[in-house]
């Protein structure tokens, strides 16, 4: 009580906090007549003038103001588009690393603007993270109109673009991505052989756009980029026929967590299946030797049980398609994990592609925390304000709205089952639809669009459905949704970025009503004549209502439906949001209230009745707490676990990284000879042990199988005064003479580019089958709590222990590479390694399968090689002879005229 007294009286801490910028904004509105005075070239000429001034020792909250009154002078000149006071408050939150929570409408992509160019003067580039490929390259284009102005570069990271204009686009001052190519890219740039063909530069400063639904929402699931394995469609398929004889009898499902468990009678039934089919080994389903076809069985059980089509997925052209579960967009490219997509694929008779391994992988959390500097916008962020802190210190400031909003949020009203629930949502559009107010209406699925669809047709409502399968027209649909009478059915709505303005949108009306009309006289009537047009089916929405936000079903995140409700009551506009529920909802049969809310609903209402009562409505948005509190524990434990990896990470990155900055990797292979040579003699003559006790068979094997060498051990062994040192030093001479032997006629720079090679492959062949060993452990981790074991604390203790091998092996492996190869002739150089074939890039939750990224194509890994380098050199094209093409000017990677189909500089162009 005393607090809601001392809160009435003083403000929450947010509105305090808010009261104490616009302090600073004050300072930035007195210098806006300075601006509006100067010329253009004095105004463009400020940000020269911000950098002389940062270099003589000024700081950027020294300039702010004043930099700030710049972009504000240049959007007014150059977009027409002037910053509220509010806007330059969020500015200033973004700017401090903070989270500006803006409502739907109030300019967040212009507000970007400020705090942009500010930190974009020091020269360290600025990243604006966007959800999508289309955000990105319309506010690139958009705003970059500002930042060009003032003499800052701009460029925009997509999927498919080349790697010249990646790279480009990083060394922009200000930067436009998704967040999907942001990650792959710092991991395609952590398995490359040359600092030359990375395109990132360091981390410096990130605003993220949406940030509720890129480090919340997409956090769940880590970035991983894969190569195919082998392939085993056929083994698909068989479990697939199996799986259609298991009956609803035969297992549990959990639809909280997304797992289907066999029962006791299930797992007999399931072994005499296989067995009839010759797929099991003896006669026990969990032997050993069963476990792959364990693993294919529990995915096909879940693709058959767990995922439906046109809910999770759908068929097009012979592909399932994941639909993306937040925006109800198809998400091409993208492919659930651990054969869970082969299941599906096999469940709907399309072709099977061959599973991956992984290659790299990181979660959004530990790939955003790299930033010095991050900080985010979005509509809706204080439900989720504590994970934003505990994850990446960031704070949550709730900007006031530059007009009072004057939506009306009425509410739920509930229905005992989908029909009658469906009925009511029609008859309801019906007479909005007949006064002309649109009307946006929100669903949870493809399915539930469809079935309400057919609701409207029957009772005669003209209606747009937007949903997966009308991806192409998404912004089209969207744009005329406020328009009078304009019915939207859509399959959720975050991130659709194209504002619903009521009346229409006069830009997107232009594009499609006038293109075909030559510039003149006829273009200016038709013009004039539009923009009259929706002038005054504006006014007409406003006395119709606004626009009528309807929201089918509760979704299992307050934020999904907050961002439904504030597409209606922009700017001040009147609007109206209300929710409609049963039963039948997924919110409420898995997570909501107990049976006796369910019986005493069956019990009192009757057929087509509803009721509404905030309490019912309190009821739900506790359900949505216990849902968004239990996906904030698996986010966590995602970041957990990927902390442990995230250390072995940077170790590896970093090795990477220092051998290719360093000027040869001699030093390394070095080191890692005498270490190697040093564990090979004690693991066979431990220390403190007598020479009679020495494994002298052993060591003569693994001298021999990681140094190539044959030395007289047993004569050694005839002297009194051998001790293991002794044996080490003739060891480590030996090693050296056979190496200066090998590599005495080479040329010293392609001495250290065949080192450099033979550390960086072996390091990624290593670090790859160590990351597919982490995947194994993590999923049979958790079994230990059936020990009283913390899963957690075993993996971190297990994976350190990994690691401390990976570590030995990489060492062994360089030397016996070193040792074993054939240095006769010159190899090609670090520009020419070998390539890998096209990966897979996928955002994977390594718990449930489920697949986040809408990244349509990784493109190449480029030059990179995870194979271990050959033991045997191309030899040139007769060796030792004269070279018949001297005398011709033929480029030294063109193919040799000799026709052996090597380059000529490997062929009759070797340097001898």
Not at 384 to 394: G, L, S, T
Not at 620 to 640: G, L, M, P
Not at 678 to 689: A, K, L, N, T, W
């Amino acid at each position: 009580m005393l607090g809601k007294f001392a809160k009435g009286l003083f403000g929450s801490a947010n509105d305090r906090y808010v009261k104490s910028l616009m302090k600073v904004v004050a300072k930035i509105n007195a210098f806006e007549p300075e601006m509006e005075a100067k010329s253009e070239e004095q105004l463009i000429g400020q940000t020269q003038a911000f950098r002389d001034r940062l270099a003589a020792g000024e700081t950027l909250d020294d300039i702010l103001p004043e930099a700030f009154a710049t972009v504000r002078e240049a959007s007014r000149r150059v977009l027409g588009m002037r910053h509220f006071d509010v806007q330059m408050v969020g500015g200033i939150v973004l700017h401090r690393g903070e989270i500006a929570e803006m409502r739907t409408g109030e300019g967040k992509t212009l507000v970007a603007t400020l705090a942009c160019y500010l930190n974009a003067i020091e020269g360290k580039g600025v990243h604006v993270v966007t959800v999508n490929d289309y955000l990105a390259q319309r506010d690139c284009e958009w705003m970059g109109q500002v930042y060009r102005y003032l003499g800052l570069t701009t460029g925009v990271i997509v999927p498919n673009i080349s790697e010249d204009d990646r790279k480009a686009a990083y060394q922009a001052d200000i930067a436009y991505a998704t967040n999907n190519e942001l990650g792959f890219d710092y991991l395609r740039d952590n398995m490359k052989h040359s600092r030359a063909d990375m395109v990132q530069r360091p981390f410096n400063f990130a605003i993220v756009d949406e940030v509720d639904s890129i480090l919340i929402d997409e956090a769940r699931t880590p970035l991983i980029i894969s190569g195919p394995t082998d392939d085993k469609s056929e083994l698909y398929v068989a479990v697939n026929e199996i799986v259609q004889d298991i009956t609803e009898e035969d297992y549990e499902k959990d639809e909280k967590t997304r797992s289907v468990t066999l029962t006791e009678d299930g797992t007999e039934k399931a072994e005499r299946l296989l067995e009839a089919a010759g797929l099991l080994v003896g006669s026990n389903l969990y032997d050993y030797e069963n476990t792959q076809v364990v693993h294919h069985l529990d995915q096909a059980l879940k693709a058959n049980v767990l995922f439906k089509v046109d809910t999770d997925y759908i068929v097009k052209d012979g592909k399932v398609i994941i639909i993306d579960e937040f925006t109800g967009r198809m998400m091409d490219g993208r492919r659930w994990s651990n054969g869970l997509h082969q299941a599906v694929e096999a469940k709907e008779g399309v072709d099977i592609k061959p599973e991956n391994q992984t290659l790299a992988s990181i979660t959004f959390q530990n790939y955003f925390r790299m930033y010095p500097k991050l900080s985010g916008m979005t509509g809706t962020a204080a439900t989720e304000a504590a994970e934003f802190f505990d994850i990446y210190k960031m704070d949550v400031v709730s900007i006031p709205t530059n007009v009072t909003v004057q939506r009306i949020d009425e509410d739920d009203e509930f229905y005992k089952n989908t029909i009658d629930k469906f009925q009511a949502i029609a008859k309801a559009i019906k007479e909005k639809n007949d006064i002309g107010q649109p009307i946006l209406v929100g669903t949870v699925s493809i399915e539930k669009s469809e079935l309400l669809s057919e609701f409207l047709v029957k009772e005669g409502v003209s209606h747009e459905v937007l949903n997966a399968r009308q991806h192409e027209r998404e912004a089209h649909i969207v744009a005329q949704a406020g328009r009078i009478g304009a019915v939207t059915i859509a399959t959720n709505m975050a991130g659709r970025g194209t504002d619903i303005q009521l009346g229409g949108n006069l830009e997107f009306r232009i594009a499609d009503e006038l293109s075909d009309i030559p510039e003149g006289a006829e273009y200016d009537a038709a013009l004039e004549k539009l923009t009259a047009e929706v002038e005054e089916e504006k006014r007409k929405v406003l006395e119709a209502g606004g626009l009528f936000v309807l929201g089918t079903e509760r979704h299992e995140s307050r934020r999904i439906d907050n961002q439904l409700r504030g597409r209606s009551g922009r700017q001040g506009d009147p609007g109206l949001s209300r929710f409609y529920l049963c039963l039948e909802d997924d919110l409420l049969r898995i997570f909501g209230p107990d049976t006796l809310f369910a019986k005493m609903m069956n019990k009192n209402l009757a057929d087509g009745e509803a009721i509404g009562s905030k309490w019912l409505s309190k009821a739900i948005e506790t359900a949505q707490k216990k849902v968004e509190s239990r996906n904030y524990d698996i986010r966590k434990q995602v970041v957990e676990y990927d902390d442990v990896m995230n250390d072995q990470r940077k170790v590896i990155y970093d090795q990477r990284a220092e051998i290719m900055d360093g000027d040869d990797a001699e030093e390394d292979i070095e080191n890692m000879r005498l270490d190697t040579i040093s564990s090979i003699v004690y693991e066979s003559c431990p220390e403190g042990s007598y020479p009679e006790q020495w494994n002298i068979e052993g060591l003569k094997e693994r001298v021999k199988s990681v140094l190539a060498a044959e030395p007289d051990i047993d004569a050694w062994m005839q002297e009194d005064t051998l001790d293991q040192p002794i044996i080490e030093e003739r060891l480590t001479a030996l090693s050296a003479e056979l190496v200066a032997t090998k590599t005495g006629d080479l040329d010293r720079s392609i001495w250290k580019d065949i080192q450099k090679s033979i550390m960086l492959q072996v390091l990624d062949h290593n670090w790859k089958e160590h990351l597919s060993t982490l995947d194994a452990l993590r999923q049979v981790v958790f079994l230990r709590a059936y020990a009283q074991k913390t899963p957690l604390n075993e993996y971190k203790q297990e994976a350190f222990g990994m690691f401390e091998r990976l570590l030995e092996t990489i060492r062994e492996e360089v030397t016996r590479t070193v040792h074993t190869s054939d240095y006769r002739v010159a190899v090609p150089d670090m520009a020419e390694l070998p390539e890998l074939p096209d990966f897979l890039t996928t955002h994977i939750d390594p718990l449930t399968g489920e697949d986040n990224s809408d990244d349509v194509d990784g493109g190449s890994l480029g030059l990179v090689s995870t194979q271990l380098p050959p033991q045997q050199r191309i030899p040139a094209a007769n060796p030792g002879t004269e070279n018949p093409y001297a005398d011709q000017e033929i480029s030294r990677n063109a193919p040799c005229p000799c026709g052996s189909g090597r380059k000529y500089k490997q062929c009759h162009g070797v340097v001898r």
